[in-house]
């Protein structure tokens, strides 16, 4: 079993910043990619960022040049840098993780359970 627990969602003025974290913890041999996905009311759950072990990363174009994923894999937390915020940023953000799970030896996805950003015009 794996768990992601998040943190860092709250309310902001649009133009400012919020920092999110989510950490993995469980039965983790390696985690091979870590990410940020949200969802708007009304609307579909998109990708925001992802970041693979070897520390590539892909960014949506809607937040390019205003969010920065990284990681930290001795503490196997992801993080999200988010500045100028916007009011359409608005959704709940999930974490998201590729992990190879033990005593199976398999790649499993998880999902945290979303943490509300809102941002304010």
């Known amino acids: 079993q794996v768990q992601l627990v998040e943190s860092g969602g709250g309310l902001v003025q649009a133009g400012g910043s919020l920092r999110l974290s989510c950490a993995a913890s469980g039965s983790i041999f390696s985690i091979n990619a870590m990410g940020w996905y949200r969802q708007a009311p009304g609307k579909q759950r998109e990708l925001v960022a992802r970041?693979?072990?070897?520390?590539?990363?892909t960014v949506a174009d809607s937040v390019r040049g205003r969010f920065t994923i990284s990681r930290d894999n001795a503490k196997n937390t992801v993080y999200l840098q988010m500045s100028s915020l916007k009011p359409e940023d608005t959704a709940v953000f999930y974490c998201?993780?590729?992990?190879?799970?033990?005593?199976?030896?398999?790649?499993?996805?998880?999902w945290g359970q979303g943490t509300q950003v809102t941002v304010s015009s």
């Open positions: 998201n993780a590729d992990v190879l799970v033990l005593p199976t030896w398999r790649v499993v996805n998880f």
């Open positions: 970041i693979i072990s070897d520390g590539s990363t």
